[in-house]
Every structure is written in C-alpha cells, then in structure tokens.
C-alpha cells in the first residue's frame, strides 16, 4: 500500500476569448505539486503550503486542496486521515489557474494514494469541490484542460460534457501578469447579467471560428476568433496597461490576445516559440515602463495534463 | 456574346439551432431557377414569376431576385437591359432559404450573363441585395450555403467572414414544413432583444460542439449540440405541433432537431437517409393527425451549391 502521493497540475487558461466560461488549455508550466499521504489520526489536515505569495488557508474545507481531498475521503477512504503539502508554483488570483491547479493535484493525488482508480471525469467531480471554493460557482473551463491537458471544450454544464479538442502542432502560449490580486469572484460580480443578441451572435460565431480554426491548423482563423464582446470589455480596466499589452502582443505578431481567466494576466496565441518569445519581450517592457512587478511565462500549449509524479 | 442564363440555387436550412444568426447548410432540392436575359429596352423588368404559393412583387426593386440584378447591372453591365424570369421550386416563407435562393440564383445567372466573372464573395454582395427586401437586415446563412454549399460558418459579419465547414460523409436532412407562412421580418420582431449571461454560455458550448463535431465525424456530439436556448423557445409557439414534431424526429433516430430558419418548417440531422426518412415519415402523420397541409423534404446536405444549369 502507498503512504504517500504527489501529483503535479498545471497552469491554464481559461476563458480564451471567445471561449467565455466554455473553453481552456493547460500550459507545460508553471504548476501546482500537492502531496498526500496517510496521517495516524483521523480527518485531513493541512501539513504545510509553500507559497511565496500571500497566505493560504489552512483550514481544509477551506482550501482549494483540501476540500477535494475531503470529499474522496469520505466517498473511497472510510476511516483514512490525510495530510495534505501544497507546493504553490501558481501566483494565487492571477487568472491562470491557481486554484484550479491545486484543486486538480490533490484530487490525482488522492486518487492515486487511495488506489481509488478513478476516471478523469470522477475525478473532476472531486476537484470541483475545490474550485466552488475559489469561485463560488461550477466552473469547469480551468479544471477541464488542467486534468486532461491540452485544448478542452466545455459544451454544456448539464451535465458536464468535456470535449477535448485536436490543437494544431507549434501553438504557443505568453502570460504575461501585472503582480495585482483580482479575485474570481470579485470579477464574476461585474459581468453583465444578459447580453444584447447582436453580441451573443458575435460571440457564438467567434467561439464557433475559433474551433474550427484550432481543428482545421488555420492560425489566420484561430487569429480572427479571439475576440471576446462579453467579459473583456468590463474586465479589461482592471487591468493596468491593458490595451498596451494587447497592442503589444498583436504588434509581435500574436494570433490574438485577451485576457487568462479573470486576469489580471494576459494570455496571448502565437504560432511559434519565437514569436511568443517576442511577445513575452514586448509585453515586459509595457509592464515596467508602467512600473508594474510582473511575471512573463511563455509555454506551449501542453498536451499533458495533471500527472503523478512520485 | 451570351444571350440568357439559366442558374439554380437550392434550399438551405438557416440558424441550425445552436448556430443562431451564424450557421446553415445547403440541401440538394428542391431550389429555385432564375433566368437571366438581355431584353431591347433599358432596366430591368420581372418578366414572369412561375410560382405555386402567393404571387411575388413584379417590381425588380421590390423582388428579391429582381434587386441584386439591378445592383449587378449597375456595377458591370451599363447600358444593359435585362429580363428576369423566376422558377419557384421552394414555398415562400416557409423557413428553408427561399428569397436566399432567388437571390442567389439570380446573382450567379446574372453573373454568368454579363461574364463579370465575380468571385463567391463578390457575387454574395448583390445578394444580400436581394435577402435585404426579404428580411430587412443583413443575413447570410442561408445566402452563404446556398452559393457556396455544404455547410457554413459566419464567423463574422464586420466584415462577413465565410468559413466553409467539412461535414461528416452521410449525413441527411428531413423537412418538415407546415404551410402556413412565416414573415422572417415578423420572425425577428419577437427575438429577445438581450439574452441572460448564462443562456449565451449554453448557446456558445453548442455552437462550439456542433462545429467540433462536425469536423471530427462526432455524431453524437452533433446531436448533444443541437440545442437552441434563443430563438427556438419563443419562435416555436408560432408553429403548430412544434413539440410533437421534434418528438417524433427523435423518436426516430434524428441527431437533432429545430426550426428551419425562422420556420413554420422544421429541420432534423440524421446519421442516415434511412433514418431521415423515417423522420419524415413520422413528421408526416403528426401533420396529418393535425390536419395541417404539409411538405416533408428529404436530402443530404449538398455539397454543391448554386451553380449554372443553361
């Protein structure tokens, strides 16, 4: 029998533009390792979070990790008590997955340490635990591609149908986040409660393009479709430097650019390393002539999903 | 020098239920016939209407064959004098494409009579000359399938963006068509003039899977995709048997079904010819058992488009 188990899960992107709430992919890198292992006493405990940034916490049916682990236990390790050691490799509340990531590591973690053999799709029933935490809601469109890894769609919520969708080869990513908090729940409330049906339209037909261009390896396509009419137009003057960075990243030669999630990090598509080097270049510069702290990631999109590691 | 040409453009099923406002397809038959020919006196004159249902505006500016002629001419035919003779193979108002395909029709015989040698892009332009009487808006998903054919993605219409879309080998259509008319222009006064944040997330996850399934042969994700939360629940009221219809469609084996455009008729996607036709078969004596006059239609979905017959 295993005593302990730890599981690495990566960043993602969720959102992609017109993608809203529907659509995600993980990055190679950063991610989130969470170890756990079987403790004498009953109950899960959080042993130990290794963050740089601001404290989490460490009550876990409070925590991203915790409250996953806390459900599996209760379904497939009657009795068990667990401890729990998150290794943060996310930024917390930048908008590429943090809580997501974590939420993901421990329910593979767990699964694998209870030998509970569970699909993909039972698994994320347990990562939502986590995530409802982070969000106050379902959402799945970071949760998806961070367990299955690669381009996931997200067709419907009732009940859960991912779709993973064929990306074309040489798709890259660039992150590039001003060191700003902004809580997903915070930038849900801002939304607007219906849409005007000539944008729902601009939407769907985005949306609609930018799978068939991820599905047919037409980057001019996939280029035309990111455009999102719903969530960045309230999002983006949260963000500093917004328009900036955007130019920036288009000036590079991106595909298309908007905003990771909630933000406040950017993501940008690229057809190749060198240029989502170039944007990364660019967009760093935005961010400190702004005097912005700021972290760039350039990653491809990475068809490998949260994995165990030891 | 030509003298007269002969084009047939066919029907097409418009909105596809997820892909309101965005998608449609072109069906083999029936269609509509347009001859184009000089004629001694300057203009352009209706000089007869072959049609089964109600009579059509005489007035080339008011017809919806008879405006992208004028518009034609004006561009590249100066000096000329040209009479239109229309063939209505498809029932007015009925929602499968029919002032689309007199539009369409004419465009490509005018085309062909002044030898301008447009492009499909070009040609499409004076069309929506003629889909602009019938509807008083710009729309394309039924202009777009009909001279292109297959199946089609607006991805956008600022400026109208045309993505053929490869569809999965036998995949067929039923029409089932009440005959009572609806007046697209009337169809559209009852959408909702803006759409909870929530529905446009459902709307979009369809339109997405729909086009994912499309191009990876997916027939069963087709089928979950065929989901209208935006037009169907308030345009199907004005269709009798609506509800039973689309039973009966399922009931069958049909992937899906809706309404055709803005109706009365009703559009279902089968895996079969077999199966569609059991689905009109099925449609049928639901009409039938609602004493309503009926046309039940069965074709795949055409590869080809409007083409050239004279």
Same mark, same amino acid.
């Given at each position: 029998?295993?005593t302990?188990a730890?599981?690495f899960? +990566?960043?993602?992107? &969720? /959102? $992609?533009a017109?993608g809203f709430?529907?659509?995600?992919?993980?990055?190679?890198?950063?991610g989130? %390792?969470?170890? $756990?292992?079987f403790?004498g006493?009953p109950? $899960?405990?959080i042993?130990?979070?290794?963050?740089a940034?601001?404290?989490? +916490?460490m009550?876990?049916?409070l /925590?991203?990790?915790?409250?996953?682990?806390?459900?599996m236990?209760?379904?497939h390790g009657?009795?068990?008590?667990?401890e729990?050691?998150i290794?943060k490799g996310?930024p917390?509340? &930048?908008?590429?997955g943090?809580?997501a990531?974590s939420?993901v590591?421990?329910?593979?973690?767990?699964?694998?340490?209870l030998?509970?053999?569970?699909?993909?799709?039972e698994?994320?029933?347990?990562a939502?635990?986590?995530?409802?935490?982070? &969000?106050?809601?379902?959402?799945?469109? /970071?949760?998806a591609?961070?367990?299955?890894?690669?381009?996931?769609l997200v067709?419907?919520?009732?009940?859960i149908?991912?779709?993973?969708?064929?990306i074309p080869?040489?798709?890259?990513c660039t *992150?590039?986040?001003?060191?700003?908090e902004?809580?997903t729940?915070?930038a849900?409330?801002?939304?607007p409660?219906?849409? +005007?049906?000539r944008?729902?339209?601009?939407q769907?037909g /985005?949306a609609?393009?930018?799978?068939a261009?991820?599905?047919? !390896? !037409?980057?001019?396509? *996939?280029?035309r479709?990111?455009?999102d009419?719903?969530?960045e137009p309230?999002?983006?003057p949260?963000?500093p430097?917004f328009?900036?960075?955007?130019?920036?990243?288009?000036?590079?030669?991106a595909?298309?650019c908007?905003?990771?999630?909630?933000?406040?990090?950017?993501f940008?598509l690229?057809?190749?390393r060198?240029?989502?080097e170039?944007v990364?270049?660019?967009?760093g510069?935005?961010?400190d002539d702004?005097h912005m702290?700021?972290? $760039?990631y350039?990653s491809?999109?990475?068809? %490998?999903g949260?994995?165990?590691?030891?």
């Amino acid at each position: 029998m295993k005593t302990s188990a730890t599981a690495f899960a +990566p960043a993602s992107v &969720s /959102n $992609v533009a017109s993608g809203f709430d529907i659509m995600g992919f993980a990055l190679e890198s950063p991610g989130d %390792r969470v170890t $756990v292992r079987f403790s004498g006493t009953p109950g $899960v405990r959080i042993a130990a979070v290794h963050s740089a940034g601001s404290p989490l +916490p460490m009550d876990p049916a409070l /925590n991203t990790a915790g409250a996953p682990v806390i459900a599996m236990l209760k379904d497939h390790g009657s009795g068990h008590g667990v401890e729990i050691e998150i290794d943060k490799g996310l930024p917390v509340g &930048s908008g590429i997955g943090s809580s997501a990531a974590s939420a993901v590591a421990a329910a593979v973690a767990c699964n694998e340490l209870l030998q509970a053999d569970l699909t993909p799709q039972e698994i994320l029933k347990y990562a939502i635990e986590g995530e409802r935490i982070a &969000s106050g809601a379902i959402h799945v469109d /970071n949760l998806a591609p961070c367990l299955w890894g690669g381009f996931v769609l997200v067709r419907g919520y009732d009940p859960i149908d991912i779709i993973p969708v064929r990306i074309p080869m040489g798709l890259w990513c660039t *992150i590039a986040s001003p060191l700003i908090e902004i809580k997903t729940i915070e930038a849900r409330k801002i939304l607007p409660a219906s849409v +005007p049906l000539r944008d729902v339209i601009t939407q769907t037909g /985005n949306a609609a393009g930018l799978i068939a261009g991820l599905l047919t !390896d !037409d980057f001019a396509l *996939i280029g035309r479709s990111l455009h999102d009419v719903i969530a960045e137009p309230v999002r983006a003057p949260l963000i500093p430097g917004f328009h900036r960075l955007k130019a920036a990243a288009l000036e590079a030669g991106a595909l298309g650019c908007s905003i990771s999630g909630s933000g406040p990090a950017l993501f940008a598509l690229s057809a190749s390393r060198e240029i989502a080097e170039r944007v990364g270049c660019l967009q760093g510069r935005v961010l400190d002539d702004l005097h912005m702290e700021r972290t $760039v990631y350039v990653s491809c999109v990475a068809h %490998r999903g949260a994995h165990i590691v030891e």
